[in-house]
């Protein structure tokens, strides 16, 4: 049975986007290799070892192209209404709160946010399947 262990991203700013990782959803470097003309850098944390692998292309100045292809990255969290908050406190003009119905019901409660280089987080609420 395949296991999913991680999902790449190209970044710009190793920094930038590792702190932004940290702050938003604690995900801390694992692991960081450096090759020649590009640098991996795994981040996870504790609640799970699916990682979020940076790939930081060496000489590299404009931004990447995500095109129509790219959909999200999804996390869930315990109190959405907090974190929702806390994101806005940091800066990060998280999208508003929506909910999702499905035969009635609810499906879904979630936020998007951006990382600094575009690519779209969706924040769900523990809830259902999202767990």
């Known amino acids: 049975m395949a296991k999913a262990i991680h999902m790449m991203i190209r970044v710009l700013d190793e920094e930038r986007s590792r702190d932004f990782y940290a702050k938003a ?6 692991d960081r290799y450096a090759f020649d003309g ?15 692998e940076l790939t930081i292309n060496h000489g590299r100045s404009e ?8 959909g999200h990255l999804a996390v869930c969290v315990d109190d959405l209404d907090t974190e929702h908050r806390r ?3 940091l800066g990060y003009s998280p999208n508003p709160i929506k909910e999702f119905m499905r035969d009635g019901a609810l499906m879904a409660r979630f936020f998007f946010v951006q990382d600094p280089d575009g690519y779209k987080i969706e924040v769900l609420q523990r809830h259902g399947r999202y767990r």
């Open 25 to 30: 959803f604690g995900l801390e470097c694992a």
């Open 87 to 89: 994101f806005t406190a």
């Open 63 to 70: 931004p990447y192209a995500h095109g129509d292809g790219y």
């Open 38 to 52: 590009f640098t991996l850098v795994y981040l996870r944390n504790a609640e799970n070892d699916f990682e979020v």
